[in-house]
């Protein structure tokens, strides 16, 4: 869903059609509420240097630079790409469709299946169209996040009488439930298995009284590499449906009018079932909004401590979900908080940021006529999003960056909704169309693409399916920024380098030994950055694929960051919620790490104690060292070879005097000049002249 939508669900009445029909009043509603709550506290004053997630990193008091090293030598590299809704079942993709998905160079796709639209009557089973969306991406090579939320109204628990049924189409390409299918399903709390358990095992049966558990375990079985879709397909093997979310937003009221603890059930029955079907698949927990519930993520994990199964089943998700919308930094901030939280509990997994996005308020079918329009951008600053979001998160440990949405789809608006382009004039004074006040006079513009003329909603743009700036940066990700590893993340520009103007975060390249920077002016002033070379020339890269090479002068490059622009967080009128325009400045390492040795002047006999320590500066960071041991002038012997350590005690004896030398070696392959100290090891004894009388 829309970052928009998702803001707004807090502070509006139940619809009668659509609980994800929002309008812009209800949004600034909610963001003012939003920022009183966030924007005084974390939101404005973030860490001033951040080391990459769970990498010791030393940040020297008298030093203006961050100390290296981050990322182990081994460490996972990303992140991958996704588009949400390149295709779905109710909006199902032409060739032309497939063929600008497929041109992001993202290789993964996210929709929802939704159960309502699958058992349209009680046991009775209608998968056509989404047989049809998901062979159409498996025939487009592309990897899918199916979503499977939704709860049948004949299967309604939740309090007070039933909504009405919906009427009308649901709304494409977005992701969104009617007041009806928000509540927790019958049978929820029913065993799993037909033996009166939960417990997984060989042989065993589906209990049909539980609803979820039937038919998470129906989808998967249907969807899973070898099964019935593939096996009617032909599908080579290994194709199929693999990575499965349960639900949506959860911590949304507009998604779940459940309790927590009836979701963490429905996790971990969805979890089992899943992988009773499919012991290979991979479980996501539904992507958290992070607005109404911080503590969602946390008290589900609290209701697991308590239950038996869930270590021996990974608390019941393989992988953890978030999602960001306008603000560019909250992408660092939601994906960190969550590792944070698996950090602390010592359960490390696979974060990914699969909504993310902001639309743009002066294009088509955006309102033009308001550039302050809440929660938006201009085409240029949705383009340094893209950038800027994928940077933040993947710093923070993202390994997958999804964009919302391929196309504007209808956005938070009615299915139907459409109008030509217009300058407001079309709108009364509540933002409804003056010849219809049921639909809205503006839409969000969040696609890579504008919508074909065949949309469903806004279908006369005047260019139909054109790309947008946004396609162009996220194309620059998709070409320039994978495979890389965290380094460090610093803010110069001011009188403390980690608070400053300017925001550079830096990446190494492990199959390049490049480093990659990005960087940007955090303000609404131009800034000077001056970054020392790794090499001596480097290719710069802006949101707009423009590429130049550069020369390094003295050995630095200087770049002039443009201002920041974006001020449209009307809840607090001096944030820049999207810096200037990015650049990623990518270079070789080439520069030799330096080290230094600490030893003691002499030594006793027994375990001498050293230490050592390599500084990369700006590099791709010193990893491993080797260590060398002489004794008394004579061959120099290996005592540690490419170790990590820092520190060690050498065996010494009495008398002798030993000589050490330590070479390091960073990332990219690059020696140092060695470091050498000679300690002798003496007699404890205290020695005392002779008394001499004057």
Request: hydrophobic share 40%; net charge negative; proline share 10%.
């Amino acid at each position: 869903m829309n970052g928009n939508e998702t803001a707004a669900r807090e502070h509006r009445p139940a619809p009668l059609l659509l609980v994800a029909l929002v309008a812009p009043v209800a949004l600034a509603l909610f963001l003012l509420l939003w920022g009183a709550h966030r924007a005084q506290s974390a939101l404005n004053t973030p860490p001033a240097l951040q080391p990459a997630p769970s990498q010791a990193q030393e940040t020297h008091a008298d030093s203006p630079w961050p100390a290296q090293p981050a990322a182990p030598e081994d460490a996972h590299t990303g992140p991958e790409y996704g588009v949400v809704f390149m295709s779905s079942a109710e909006a199902p993709a032409d060739e032309q469709q497939y063929a600008n998905a497929l041109s992001t160079e993202a290789s993964w796709n996210r929709w929802p299946i939704y159960w309502p639209n699958v058992e349209v009557a009680e046991d009775t089973f209608d998968w056509s169209s989404q047989d049809a969306a998901v062979n159409g991406d498996m025939q487009h090579g592309l990897q899918l996040n199916a979503i499977l939320l939704g709860t049948p109204g004949f299967y309604w628990t939740g309090d007070g009488a039933q909504p009405a049924a919906p009427t009308g189409p649901r709304p494409t390409n977005r992701v969104a439930l009617y007041p009806q299918e928000t509540a927790a399903p019958q049978g929820l709390y029913d065993h799993i298995f037909t033996d009166d358990s939960d417990v997984p095992g060989p042989g065993k049966n589906i209990n049909p009284d539980n609803k979820w558990a039937r038919f998470v375990y129906m989808a998967v079985n249907r969807y899973k590499p070898g099964g019935a879709l593939a096996q009617a397909h032909g599908w080579p093997e290994g194709v199929g449906v693999t990575h499965w979310e349960m639900w949506n937003e959860p911590d949304l009221d507009s998604f779940w009018n459940g309790t927590v603890e009836q979701y963490a059930r429905l996790l971990k029955v969805g979890y089992i079932a899943a992988k009773h079907a499919d012991p290979d698949a991979t479980i996501l927990f539904g992507g958290l909004a992070f607005f109404e519930a911080d503590s969602f993520y946390d008290t589900v994990l609290a209701l697991y401590d308590a239950d038996p199964l869930a270590a021996a089943h990974n608390h019941f998700h393989d992988v953890m979900v978030v999602h960001n919308y306008f603000y560019a930094w909250r992408s660092w901030l939601n994906v960190y908080t969550l590792e944070q939280t698996l950090a602390a509990r010592g359960m490390p997994k696979p974060i990914w940021l699969n909504e993310s996005g902001v639309p743009a308020w002066n294009d088509y079918p955006g309102p033009v006529w308001d550039p302050t329009s809440g929660l938006r951008a201009t085409t240029a600053e949705q383009a340094n999003f893209v950038i800027q979001s994928a940077l933040y998160a993947t710093f923070a440990g993202a390994d997958v960056i999804f964009h919302f949405q391929l196309y504007d789809g209808c956005g938070n608006q009615p299915q139907g909704t459409d109008f030509p382009p217009h300058d407001g004039s079309l709108c009364d004074a509540n933002g409804r169309l003056v010849d219809n006040p049921d639909y809205p006079c503006a839409g969000d513009a969040n696609g890579l693409f504008s919508n074909p003329t065949d949309a469903a909603c806004f279908t006369q743009h005047p260019n139909p399916e054109s790309p947008r700036p946004n396609y162009t940066a996220f194309r620059v990700l998709t070409t320039y920024f994978r495979d890389v590893q965290p380094l460090w993340r610093l803010r110069p520009g001011g009188a403390d380098p980690y608070t400053g103007p300017q925001e550079w975060i830096a990446f190494y390249r492990p199959s390049t030994g490049e480093r990659v920077l990005g960087l940007w002016s955090r303000t609404g002033e131009e800034q000077t950055a001056v970054v020392p070379a790794t090499h001596g020339s480097a290719l710069l890269v802006g949101p707009n694929a423009a590429t130049q090479m550069l020369t390094a002068t003295n050995g630095t490059y200087t770049l002039t960051l443009p201002a920041a622009t974006n001020q449209n967080a009307f809840w607090d009128p001096s944030l820049y919620a999207i810096g200037g325009r990015p650049w990623l400045l990518i270079e070789p390492d080439t520069q030799a790490p330096l080290v230094t040795l600490q030893a003691p002047p002499f030594g006793r006999a027994g375990l001498l104690p050293i230490s050592w320590e390599g500084d990369d500066q700006f590099g791709s960071g010193a990893v491993a060292y080797t260590v060398t041991v002489s004794v008394d002038g004579g061959p120099a012997t290996t005592w540690l070879a490419g170790t990590a350590a820092t520190a060690g005690a050498y065996p010494v004896e009495l008398g002798r005097t030993y000589t050490f030398t330590v070479t390091a070696r960073d990332r990219a392959g690059n020696l140092s000049s060695p470091a050498t100290a000679s300690v002798p090891i003496i007699d404890p004894t205290p020695f005392y002249l002779p008394t001499i009388n004057p």
